[in-house]
């Protein structure tokens, strides 16, 4: 549970907008309804191919239901899709601390902080 609100914690971080199917699987999320959120963040997908975020909110809702290899798939193809949006390094990271591999863990957090531009000097 720790890990997930980590991971929530650094989204509000690097997020840069969100459109509508974000915000619904979100609040999906918050009130137990993962199932939903997956088949929602799916559709979007689908229709908005080319956002590496909604694989990153789709993956944080995999991990939400224990699917951490299902949400590890996710975060590599948000960074495949686009490698300068810092969100699905930040859950690749959570699911290396769920793994206790810290090192790895660092070295996506640190280049999540890299290409985040509200990071801190």
């Known amino acids: 549970m720790l890990i997930l609100l980590c991971c ?3 989204t509000i ?3 840069m907008g969100q459109n509508i199917e974000i915000t619904e699987s979100k609040r999906l999320t918050e009130v137990d309804q993962s199932k939903k959120a ?23 809702t995999q991990l ?5 290899k299902l949400a590890a798939e996710s975060f590599d193809k948000g960074i495949a899709l686009n490698d300068k949006a810092p969100l699905n390094y930040v859950g690749r990271g959570c699911i290396s601390l769920l793994e206790n591999n810290l090192q790895k863990a660092e070295l996506d957090f ?12």
């Open 8 to 10: 929530l914690i650094l």
């Open 13 to 15: 971080r690097f997020s």
């Open 38 to 60: 997956t088949a929602l963040l799916n559709s979007a997908i689908a229709k908005y191919n080319t956002n590496a975020d909604l694989w990153y909110y789709l993956g944080v």
């Open 64 to 68: 939400n239901m224990n699917q951490s």
């Open 110 to 121: 640190s280049k999540a902080l890299s290409l985040s531009k509200s990071k801190n000097p």
